[in-house]
Every structure is written in C-alpha cells, then in structure tokens.
C-alpha cells in the first residue's frame, strides 16, 4: 500500500573529490546515487512511509546500481522503466569549501540524451495511486517531451485518485535548452499542485519575489507554500498561517539533497497531522521546523542517499 509516489529523474551525482577550484582542475569524482525525486523516496521510507519511484533508467551498469539502491532502500520500483538505447544519468558536481554545489554537466553527453527524458506515459501502473496520498514531482520532466507527456499522465492520475501533488521547483537551468519555456511551463503545473516548494532563488527567477504570503497570494488553490533559503532557514505559507523558522546550525560537509530531505520531513509531517497541518499555526511551525532539521542533517556527510 503506496503512501507516496516520486516521479523524476534518478542519476548519479559525480562529485568532485577537490573542494574549492574551477571544473577544469579538478582530477577525481566520487558517485553517490542521487536524483531529487529519487532522494525524496529513500528519505520517506527511513521515516516508516512506503513509497514508490516512477521514473527511467539506462539498460546499463549505472541503471542497474541505481535500481538496486532503490530496492536495498526498500522503495517500491514497479514504476522503474529500463530504456534499452539511452543511457542512465551522471551529472558532474565541483564544491565550494562549504559544501555548496555548482552544477558542471553531463560529460560527453547533452541533456537530451539520457533515458529519465524519455519516460513513456503508457508504461505507469495506475495501481500505485489508488492507495497514495501525495505525488512529488519536481520540473525538470517538462523540458523534454516524453517526460513532459507523462507528466501531463501522472497529473491526470492524481486528479482521478484525489493524490495530492506536492511540486519542488527544483530550477536547474543545465537540464533546459530554453529557459522561456520554463518559465511558461512551470507555473502551469503548479496550478495542479496542492503544496509548492521552491527555495528564494528559484522564487525571485520564476516570480519576481521571494515572500510566501504574496506568492499564495498568486495562487490561492495551493494549501502550503515553502520557501527555502539554505542558512538563512526557511519562510512558509500554511492555509492562512504565515511565519519563517531559522536554520540549524551545523558543520556542513555537502549540501545534496538537503531539499529533498527538507521535502521528505515535510511530508512525514503532512501524513501525520492530514489537514491540520494547514489550519492549526503550532502543527506548521512543527512541521517547518522538523523538515529543516532533516535538511540539516543531511548536509552532514557526501550525498544524499547513502546514509
């Protein structure tokens, strides 16, 4: 019995061995599995929550150490389409001394080319929604079009199983060949969604401005509105419950995945209180406030999944 569905890319992360220097100095990587959605569904099942990984990999040896993961993590994998011509994802990170990541491409080959773009709608098992309770989904499925298409798919399944949407924005401008066409695709997803995640960087590019009230205000069907901003902590819109709680301070070794965890706490918290959550101002500052203590504790060691 499904609780959540994450929908999206799984990949490996290669980060850079060398902390502090530009990517044409850097001499070794190191592989974690990764990939937000991916992430997502790993953190919900150490907190006790089934859920399932709809997405698609490569044929390969990197595909299939990545559907390995999922399964050792006990995630549900009936979603996991293998793509017998495009290869599995990598994704090549540098780091900053304080863990901060800098995208830097995906090698030999374009964005376009890997098997999570081309997710094939007609492949999802419905029968993962008739249990579930939320869909997480990010946005980099719609800058190609088969993943774009089974979006389009998985939204139509929420909306027939009463599945809540919970979006991540997730902006990655190395995934996008036309950073219009973001702009223009993205806010029409979020008017599906139920809960909308999005750190102030990505709030500013996409809307103009960083305030949660006033992007509720633009959107007035969602229930909750996070935003995130690293040390800074993290502004939240909860029904008509508004505040900001501050950021854990910690040694931070590597910031991948921590929104994702940030994600996974929150969500926890949402299958606990139901609608509460939305109404009562001591259950969201809660729910805030333990979503970033699991952000933080990720940022405790390399990568996001292997804990």
Known sequence: MVE???????????????????LEQVTSWTNYAGGAPANVACALVKQGISTAFIGRLGADRAGQELKSVLKQCQVNVDGVQIDPHRPTRLVYVTRT????????????????????????????????????????????????PDSRTATKQLVALAKKHQVKIFLDVNWRSVFWDDEAQAKELIPTLITHAQILKCTDEEAVWLFGYQDPVTIHNKFPHLQGILVTAGDKGCAYSLGKNYGEVPAFKVNVRDTTGAGDSFVAGFLAQALTHGDKLFTDAHLGCQAVTYASAMGAFTTLHPGAIAR
């Open 97 to 144: 001394w304080e863990g901060d990541r800098h995208f830097a491409g995906f090698g030999e080959y374009h964005s376009g080319d890997f098997a999570d773009t081309a997710v094939q709608w007609e492949d999802i098992p419905e029968s993962l929604f008739t249990s579930a309770q939320y869909l997480v989904m990010g946005t980099i499925a719609l800058a190609y």
């Open 4 to 22: 959540v569905i994450c929908f999206g890319e799984m990949l490996f992360d290669c980060l850079a061995d060398q902390l502090g220097i530009p």
